[in-house]
């Protein structure tokens, strides 16, 4: 399988459709990290486009 093939076999096994970017991760993070998520406490966050759901 060619690295194209791969990436479209992965993609199509992502609920939301499309591979996840470093911004994703990064976006996750920022949240946790600022005041925002003050409230939150003893979750597990996914941030997987929802493969830990299906």
């Known amino acids: 399988m060619n690295q194209q ?3 479209d076999y992965l993609t ?3 609920p939301i459709g499309r591979i ?3 911004a994703d991760i990064a976006k996750a993070a ?3 990290a600022s ?3 003050s409230f ?3 979750v597990e966050l996914f941030v ?5 759901q299906v």
């Open 35 to 37: 005041e925002d998520s």
């Open 5 to 7: 093939g791969l990436l």
């Open 12 to 14: 199509s096994q992502v």
């Open 20 to 22: 996840g970017q470093p």
């Open 30 to 32: 920022v949240f946790l």
């Open 48 to 52: 997987d486009g929802g493969i830990a």
């Open 40 to 42: 939150v406490t003893g």
